[in-house]
């Protein structure tokens, strides 16, 4: 029996890539975000399904669970759908960018898995089990100076992964967290920075071989493929030349003496 899976945040990025890699694997995917434009070619690409929906408005996300009800359910869930805003001090750092970070990466998050938890039960009594996927990110593990709102975001999404985790505790649904480090994806740090190309070209110069989308995407396909009874709860995926977030190579990486 084929497995559906719903993939938030998918026009672009980490999203996006996650969307591919599992049509390659062969799975049913119903791919969600707000650009239905961008949704309609990845569509066309992959054959995957798509859904418009932003996942800040109650209905939007009501209508995306009526919609997979009445077409055959789901099996896992993937929340992607998240963002950063600012790399300015707690001080000084905007209101309304911390308002956003929390509503997209927590309350949206929050949205989705109250509206499809129901969904991935009876997916769960067809194939004997369910996932839901979160990622969430390093900023969620470990502070660094200018995450505030970001870190305040994360580590919230973190924790409400870890309760998930703890109340589904007896049912048979996996619940998964992917916890990236630096990606260089086309849009994370130009959002980040209000479109400033040149800021957020800046953040990779001369750093060995950042993570891709499609990193991050294989490393998501892996953590839903393996047998059902194994639960990946936590997993770090950083680049090589990323100790922390605060601790990052640039220039070549060489062997020590």
């Known amino acids: 029996m084929s497995r559906r899976v719903v993939v938030t945040g998918a026009s672009s990025g980490i999203g996006a890539a996650t969307v591919r890699a599992f049509r390659g694997q062969g799975w049913d995917v119903v791919a969600v975000a707000r650009r239905e434009d961008r949704l309609r070619e990845l569509a066309s690409e992959t054959g995957a399904e798509f859904v418009a929906a932003d996942l800040t408005k109650q209905d939007d996300v009501d209508a995306l669970r009526d919609h997979l009800a009445s077409t055959g359910g789901i099996h896992s869930l993937v929340n992607n759908a998240g963002g950063a805003k600012g790399l300015d001090s707690v001080e000084k750092s905007s209101?309304?960018?911390?308002?956003?970070?929390?509503?997209?990466?927590?309350?949206?998050?929050?949205?989705?898995?109250?509206?499809?938890?129901?969904?991935?039960?009876?997916?769960?009594?067809?194939?004997?089990?369910?996932?839901?996927?979160?990622?969430?990110?390093?900023?969620?593990?470990?502070?660094?100076?200018?995450?505030?709102?970001?870190?305040?975001?994360?580590?919230?999404?973190?924790?409400?992964?870890?309760?998930?985790?703890?109340?589904?505790?007896?049912?048979?649904?996996?619940?998964?967290?992917?916890?990236?480090?630096?990606?260089?994806?086309?849009?994370?740090?130009?959002?980040?920075?209000?479109?400033?190309?040149?800021?957020?070209?800046?953040?990779?110069?001369?750093v060995p071989e950042p993570l891709s989308a499609e990193d991050v995407a294989e490393t998501i396909v892996h953590a839903l493929s393996l047998p059902r009874h194994v639960d990946l709860d936590l997993i770090v995926v950083k680049p090589v030349a990323q100790a922390a977030p605060y601790r990052l190579h640039r220039g070549e990486l060489r062997v020590g003496d």
Do not use: C
């Open 95 to 206: 209101i309304d960018d911390w308002a956003w970070m929390y509503e997209i990466n927590v309350i949206g998050t929050k949205r989705v898995i109250s509206a499809l938890l129901p969904l991935l039960r009876e997916g769960a009594r067809t194939t004997g089990h369910a996932d839901i996927l979160n990622v969430t990110s390093i900023a969620g593990l470990t502070a660094y100076a200018g995450g505030g709102g970001y870190n305040a975001a994360k580590f919230a999404e973190h924790a409400l992964t870890e309760v998930l985790r703890l109340e589904l505790n007896g049912e048979p649904i996996r619940v998964v967290e992917v916890a990236p480090g630096m990606v260089a994806t086309e849009e994370f740090s130009l959002v980040r920075f209000g479109g400033d190309q040149a800021r957020r070209d800046a953040v990779y110069e001369d």
